[in-house]
């Protein structure tokens, strides 16, 4: 990530996840402004954002998102890219009203089950020379 400070927006994916992958092209999708920026939760540059965040731990294996130095997981750090999507996206952010413990089970049903659901990789994604700024380096 060199010298110059961190994105303070980052989604931090499982990048051998099927579903993970596609919740990132969606963003990709819907982002036109380019706010969110992405890394693998298995690359250095994820490690260097989560460094000295331990609030976490163990941490969650599929979603996180670093926002203005907070870290989001589950159910919240989904929300919270919903909203920053924009209409009609933005909208689901009024799911935050439900307990974050009911949304984070279902979350975590879906997340203990998404390789089976949507499989995986043998490795983690790699952006097209297009989208390769959207992607923190390693």
């Known amino acids: 990530m060199g010298t110059s400070s961190p994105p303070s927006e980052v ?4 990048g051998v996840c099927n579903l993970c992958n596609g919740f990132v092209q969606f963003v990709i999708e819907r982002d036109p402004h380019a706010r969110f920026k992405f890394a693998a939760l298995q690359s250095a540059a994820a ?9 976490l731990e163990p941490l969650p294996d599929s979603i996180v998102l670093v926002e203005d130095g907070h870290l989001y997981a589950q159910s919240t750090a989904a929300l919270r890219v919903a909203r920053g999507l924009g209409l009609p996206w933005s909208l689901a952010y009024a799911f935050v009203i ?5 949304r984070d089970v279902v979350y975590a049903w879906v997340a203990r089950n998404r390789y089976q659901w949507f499989g995986r990789r043998d490795a983690c994604m790699v952006p097209t020379p297009e ?3 959207r992607f923190l380096n390693d």
């Open 11 to 14: 989604i931090l994916f499982d």
């Open 47 to 55: 490690a260097a954002l989560l460094n000295g965040h331990r609030k």
């Open 98 to 102: 439900v307990p974050k413990p009911l």
């Open 131 to 133: 989208l390769r700024a």
